[in-house]
């Protein structure tokens, strides 16, 4: 499957623990996104790469977040200090950039996180 | 971005098509309406995208008032596997993607 992909998929943690997860985007795609979805909303943005270059962070990503792209291809999102907040689905998504085409984003299944 | 303004849930019969819409009242001349949906438990997936001009694809169709300030999905012959949630979006490019709460389709037998 050459899709993009999440790990791990499911996530339980006690709160005040680090939680990091991982997403593989589509091998050529050089633009990654973090969303995090909470029940009956829409995906939320977090932030992009377009390759390692993180380019746009959400005021939603506090202090406690942090996303790396170390080399332009799997990107880690950790969450420090995990709050009962924090539970929701967090989804990546990658995509191609330039040109003139609509580059539309592929989204991965998600990590389902819930904080005890 | 420009808000968008989508009814909560709408039924569908299967076999009959699914008109979906959506307001975007203040959209701006450079702004795409674009079109993803989310499955049950999946990530959202694209469906289609227009700036002025009518839309098809092999998914649906996208038709855009000439004002540009609403417009409507088309799903053709709606099938009990296209029963999600439609995310109507306005944004100037893919790094400009902000979902809203979407409308909730359900394809009834």
């Known amino acids: 499957d050459t899709g993009v992909s999440q790990d791990p998929r499911h996530k339980i943690t006690k709160r005040g623990q680090n939680v990091t997860f991982r997403c593989d985007p589509i091998?050529?795609?050089?633009?990654l996104y973090w969303y995090r979805q909470t029940l009956g909303q829409g995906p939320e943005f977090l932030t992009y790469?377009?390759?390692?270059?993180?380019?746009?962070k959400s005021r939603l990503l506090s202090d406690r977040f942090s996303a790396e792209r170390p080399k332009g291809s799997f990107s880690t999102l950790e969450i420090q200090r995990t709050e009962q907040g924090d539970s929701a689905m967090y989804l990546c998504?990658?995509?191609?950039?330039?040109?003139?085409?609509?580059?539309?984003?592929?989204f991965g299944p998600g990590t389902r996180l819930t904080v005890l | 971005d420009a808000k968008t303004t989508q009814p909560p849930s709408m039924d569908c019969a299967e076999g009959r098509a699914a008109n979906l819409p959506c307001n975007h009242s203040?959209?701006?001349?450079?702004?795409?309406v674009y079109w993803y949906r989310q499955i049950h438990s999946q990530g959202p997936q694209y469906i289609i995208h227009?700036?002025?001009n009518n839309e098809t694809n092999e998914m649906a169709s996208l038709i855009i008032t000439e004002d540009r300030k609403s417009s409507t999905l088309i799903l053709p012959h709606a099938t009990l596997r296209d029963t999600a949630v439609y995310y109507c979006?306005?944004?100037?490019?893919?790094?400009?993607?902000?979902f809203g709460a979407g409308t909730r389709l359900t394809v009834k037998p």
């Open positions: 790469f377009q390759n390692e270059a993180q380019l746009e």
């Open positions: 227009g700036l002025k």
């Open positions: 979006i306005a944004a100037y490019n893919n790094n400009d993607m902000r």
């Open positions: 998504a990658s995509s191609l950039s330039g040109g003139d085409a609509y580059n539309e984003q592929f």
């Open positions: 203040t959209i701006s001349g450079n702004e795409y």
């Open positions: 091998s050529e795609h050089n633009r």
